[in-house]
């Protein structure tokens, strides 16, 4: 088959040139390019958000596609990519992908880390001319209860300074676990370790540095693998029907993680070669695609994956970029869709603490109790709506996200961006802000429903598009403005009606009350922005007192980043497996019938 030239540019005119083929769906070419092509509903044509301007041959416009297009962008040949199938050469210009693919996030503010690792100096004797003794045997020999395990480059590097009759030479020396993995030379060289969070919606990596535990740069981007879902289960089906679909989110995911490496290194002039050791955590679901394992078991009950423990290999076997011998270590998981990124969470808790909640909010919202004896977990399918997925101006934080939503004593509806720049879309604090906001001032009723009647001001207007009611929300003084419509209420109160069934159940079972704990954890990409009262007024959160609630922000990376640089961190990440007990949500006979009551609102 006769392969297509496709040009990609991405918003800031970079050009990147992708070899495709005649019939295949342009929404895929882009993605797997590693370029985000935007859309919240997995390429199934629904959301209207994959907009790209294209200028070459793709198949004839569809009737449902030019439904979601006004006439004006139709004439500047912007298309919906899921739509398209390429026909022949094409450029496409990603500038309408509602949200960045790519962007770097602040490093954690505290690492109060002890590096495991440590460079030694040493000496090794010199070349004899007259009885040479091989060089790897002669630094095995100065470093007795060591292992030496170099790379080929490493041992050619060393091999130039040892010149027959040069006296003894001085060296230093990376060490991790007794091994001797790297000759760091004169100059300091680095050795670096990468803690990933790899979420259903976004990648998070930290880039540290072994010896001294300094947290050197932190990046996020898209999981790619959401054009073929926004919540773990459509990724599932999709494995199941397509015969190679599994190797597909293999590969989107080793590329995702490859492709934030070279971004960590973009401004260095060392390379991946210096990165030693990689943690990670996720969801069960992604730790089986991060290794190309088979996820039919999630599919139906008793939804179970094929490994549960802390597991150990080489980095470079999944093809991911680093030294050779850098070991990749996957966190211990706890059960169901409950995983290593839970038991991250985990790790920032403090020991003092006794009965405590942890809440991870993400497109599955996990869950853990402990009422000082006992440890319950659960894991609720939220779905994407606090990532901003399913939502129609919804994106990731990011600049020019709607990230704070406020009402003033008059009614009127103000908001706050990420970075002060005009707005792009809303994410997932602005949208739990913004419903309670919506409901406080009777735009919403207690079923979610838009208020016809409510006292419409100049700051919220009120539209009906074809029969459906939505809102603007406009910011009187910069006259900004962005929409929320009657569906995108529906899938907050879906999203926070799961988590909120599932935090009853577990206080059901350990027989407490939300007053008789004594921290509630909020972890989540939110930072510390996400506001408590919001939380509670939406009912997403039983109503405790504002002190008790503690924002620990992307505590599963955080955690990540402890098991990378303490041993110590590791052994708890075990312990914390053995003492937790996993509930399945669906098999509560409450369950049903709380999820339906939690769908309203109420002051509770
Ligand atoms: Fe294309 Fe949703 S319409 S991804």
């Not at 109060?112 to 007259?130: R, S, V």
């Not at 981007?221 to 926004?230: D, E, K, L, P, V």
């Not at 985990?346 to 003092?352: A, E, F, I, K, R």
């Not at 101006?393 to 600049?399: T, V």
Request: with cysteine; charged share 20%; net charge negative.
């Amino acid at each position: 088959m006769q392969e297509i030239q496709v040009n990609l540019y991405s918003p800031d005119g970079e050009k990147m040139i992708c070899w495709s083929y005649k019939g295949k769906n342009l929404r895929e070419v882009i993605a797997l390019s590693n370029r985000d092509p935007g859309g919240s509903c997995g390429g199934r044509g629904t959301c209207g958000k994959c907009k790209v301007r294209i200028q070459g041959d793709v198949s004839p416009l569809t009737a449902t596609e030019s439904e979601f297009l006004l006439p004006e962008e139709l004439n500047q040949g912007i298309r919906l990519a899921c739509f398209c199938t390429i026909q022949g050469p094409l450029e496409v210009y990603l500038d309408y992908a509602p949200d960045s693919n790519k962007k770097r996030i602040g490093k954690p503010k505290h690492h109060p880390f002890k590096a495991q690792f440590k460079t030694e100096i040493f000496f090794i004797d010199g070349l004899e001319k007259t009885s040479p003794v091989p060089l790897l045997k002669r630094i095995s020999n100065a470093l007795p209860g060591y292992t030496v395990s170099l790379s080929p480059e490493n041992i050619n590097e060393l091999a130039k300074l040892d010149r027959a009759g040069r006296p003894a030479l001085e060296l230093k020396a990376l060490i991790i676990d007794n091994q001797f993995i790297n000759y760091v030379g004169r100059k300091k060289r680095p050795a670096y370790g990468l803690a990933l969070d790899i979420g259903t919606t976004s990648l998070f990596a930290y880039l540290a540095d072994l010896t001294n535990g300094e947290v050197i740069k932190a990046a996020s981007t898209a999981n790619m693998q959401r054009i073929y879902g926004s919540d773990v289960m459509s990724r599932i089906s999709y494995c199941m029907e397509k015969e190679d679909g599994l190797e597909e989110l293999h590969k989107l995911m080793i590329n995702n993680i490859n492709s934030m490496i070279a971004d960590l290194m973009q401004d260095s002039s060392e390379s991946h070669e210096n990165i030693y050791q990689i943690t990670v955590v996720g969801n069960p679901v992604m730790l089986h695609f991060l290794l190309g394992l088979n996820v039919n078991g999630f599919a139906s009950a008793p939804y179970s994956g094929l490994f549960i423990d802390k597991m150990q290999l080489k980095a470079s076997a999944l093809g991911i970029n680093t030294d050779q011998k850098a070991n990749l270590i996957i966190l211990p998981q706890i059960g169901g869709f409950a995983g290593a990124d839970t038991i991250a969470c985990l790790l920032n808790v403090s020991p003092q603490v006794r009965k405590f909640l942890l809440i991870d909010i993400g497109t599955n919202g996990e869950i853990v109790l402990a009422d000082g004896k006992k440890i319950w977990a659960a894991s609720a399918a939220a779905g994407p709506a606090f990532e901003g997925g399913k939502i129609s101006s919804g994106m990731r934080a990011g600049p020019g996200a709607v990230d704070q939503v406020y009402m003033s004593d008059d009614g009127r509806i103000a908001f706050n961006t990420i970075g002060g720049e005009l707005v792009k879309g809303i994410c997932g604090s602005g949208i739990i802000d913004l419903v309670s906001v919506l409901y406080s001032g009777k735009y919403i009723d207690h079923f979610g429903i838009i208020n016809e009647a409510a006292d419409y001001n100049g700051s919220v207007h009120l539209d009906d598009v074809n029969g459906s009611l939505q809102l603007t929300i406009i910011d009187e003084q910069t006259a900004q403005s962005f929409i929320i419509n009657q569906q995108d209420i529906r899938e907050v109160q879906l999203a926070k009606s799961a988590i909120r069934t599932g935090i009853d159940t577990l206080l059901r079972l350990a027989n407490l009350t939300a007053q008789d704990l004594d921290v509630i954890y909020l972890a989540g990409a939110f930072g510390n922005v996400l506001k408590a009262d919001s939380c509670f007024n939406i009912g997403l959160l039983p109503r405790v007192s504002v002190a008790k609630i503690a924002c620990i922000g992307n505590a599963a990376g955080e955690g990540a980043l402890r098991a990378l640089l303490s041993d110590k961190a590791l052994t708890e990440a075990d312990i914390w497996q053995q003492k937790i007990s996993y509930v399945e949500l669906a098999n509560d006979s409450n369950f049903q019938a709380g999820f339906i009551d939690n769908l309203n609102f109420k002051n509770s």
